[in-house]
């Protein structure tokens, strides 16, 4: 099985930072890519950054400049730094991973979810 543990969320003010952090677990083979969504009451989840197998990273474009994905060099872990959080950045953060296991076709895996709520 594949597990996506997230971490980090919380209350910030506006103009402040936060860093989350996403830990996987399984036998997965290849991945594909992984990185962050969100998803705010009443709203349809959004892609927010990804980073590819290769490094290659995109954001939309309410977060260039501001949001950094990375990970570690064995993949077990994928961060989200958050810099200058404005209100609209409120929402539950999910933690996202297309990869692929023994025996099987390619997948998408995610995260609980963690909330991140920035005040005015």
């Known amino acids: 099985q594949v597990q996506l543990l997230e971490s980090g969320g919380g209350l910030v003010q506006s103009g402040g930072s936060l860093r989350l952090s996403c830990a996987v677990s399984g036998r997965i083979l290849v991945i594909y890519n992984m990185g962050w969504y969100r998803q705010a009451p009443g709203n349809q989840r959004e892609l927010v950054g990804i980073?590819?197998?290769?490094?290659?990273?995109n954001y939309t474009d309410s977060v260039k400049d501001r949001f950094t994905v990375s990970t570690d060099n064995a993949k077990n872990t994928v961060y989200l730094q958050m810099n200058n959080l404005k209100p609209e950045d409120t929402a539950v953060y999910y933690c996202f991973v297309r990869g692929q296991r023994l025996a099987r076709p390619p997948e998408d895996y995610w995260g609980q979810g963690t909330q991140v709520t920035v005040s005015s």
């Open positions: 980073i590819s197998g290769g490094g290659t990273t």
